[in-house]
């Protein structure tokens, strides 16, 4: 059994490139949802679409159970996805939610595995609302700097597509109208990026490495989350803007087991050095909740999200920093 399999055989099946820890779709590791949410309640319902870490798509790193990183917040029907990585367009409709329902999009930062999805998930927002839907509908996207890149990379990929659509398929709105891109800064205080009765956002920089990055606190009118999206140890004002929050989101990295296994793999310097400085360890993601006050902390954007680390396992590396209730994420989980 997968529970039976400890942190030394999963370094050992890493270091050897054999996925064969991978392989069982055991209770403990396939995609679930809890029987009774915790976060959740009223108006709002939490779905964690993906909850991968890192740019590696392999058995070895759990993502043949694991989409990548993303998280679904449904206020009143209304869709709000916050980050988009891969797999996580298709985790929408496995959720029971139709894309035409997404009104906006928030990422952190344009790694790869934030935004794999990013233009699946807004071409078909845009189409799927069509046949007498309201033409007057549109997307906002919400990210760092980057974000403008990606929408004219978008738009020139896939122009003939948009041109189509809106000519002799008669699409409605035009796609430049419906789909409209926000780019930041990544402000170095809190700064608020979306104000509405559903839902409120409030971004500030977080560092990760050389990329533009931002992390979230977001209010509903149910409950205060908010999401550190990917983020060094050091350096950055996040905790600041996660005082008092109700629901931490934290990414965390099995350092010793992942550089242990890179390290025998032959890994460069410099990706190591990354994985080390611009993630957080557990003792770091403990305290971060521990001083924010936070009642519960999700772990999610697992490094790595192979299904041999058990909930349990996870948990225990936190628990001696963070006293909270902790959630380890999975996908399609009600949270």
């Not at 030394?8 to 270091?15: D, E, Q, Y």
């Not at 402000?187 to 560092?207: C, F, L, M, Q």
């Not at 996660?242 to 990295?253: A, D, P, S």
């Amino acid at each position: 059994m997968l529970e039976r399999i400890t942190r030394r055989h999963a370094l050992t099946g890493a270091a050897g490139g054999v996925a064969a820890i991978a392989l069982g779709r055991t209770a403990d590791a396939a995609p679930a949802a809890t029987a009774k949410p915790i976060v959740s309640r009223g108006r709002t319902k939490i779905v964690v679409l993906g909850s991968q870490g890192g740019q590696q798509i392999t058995r070895l790193t759990g993502s043949n159970l694991r989409c990548g990183t993303s998280v679904l917040i449904d206020v009143d029907g209304v869709l709000t996805v916050l980050d988009c990585g891969c797999g996580s367009a298709h985790r929408i409709a496995e959720a029971g939610y139709d894309m035409n329902a997404v009104r906006r999009i928030i990422i952190t930062h344009c790694h790869f595995d934030h935004v794999a999805d990013l233009g699946s998930i807004a071409g078909f927002a845009w189409s799927s609302g069509r046949n007498g839907a309201d033409p007057n509908r549109h997307l906002s996207v919400y990210g760092p700097t980057g974000v403008k890149d990606y929408e004219r990379g978008l738009k020139r990929a896939v122009r003939r597509s948009i041109a189509d659509q809106e000519g002799p398929l008669a699409q409605r709105p035009r796609f430049d109208r419906f789909a409209r891109w926000h780019e930041m800064e990544p402000p170095r205080r809190a700064k608020r990026v979306v104000e509405h009765s559903r839902i409120d956002v409030r971004a500030i920089r977080v560092k990760h490495g050389g990329i533009p990055a931002v992390g979230y606190r977001i209010r509903t009118p149910d409950v205060d989350i908010a999401f550190s999206g990917d983020r060094g140890a050091n350096g950055d004002s996040f905790p600041s803007l996660v005082k008092g929050v109700e629901v931490l989101f934290h990414e965390i990295i099995d350092r010793d087991l992942v550089i242990g296994a890179l390290k025998t793999q032959g890994a460069a310097p410099s990706f190591l050095s990354h994985l080390i400085n611009d993630h957080c360890d557990p003792e770091t993601v403990g305290r971060v909740a521990t001083n924010a006050g936070a009642g519960t902390l999700v772990l999610y954007h697992l490094i790595p999200g192979n299904p041999a680390i058990t909930d349990a396992a996870w948990t225990a590396l936190v628990t001696p920093y963070f006293a909270g209730q902790i959630i380890v994420a999975r996908d399609l989980m009600t949270v």
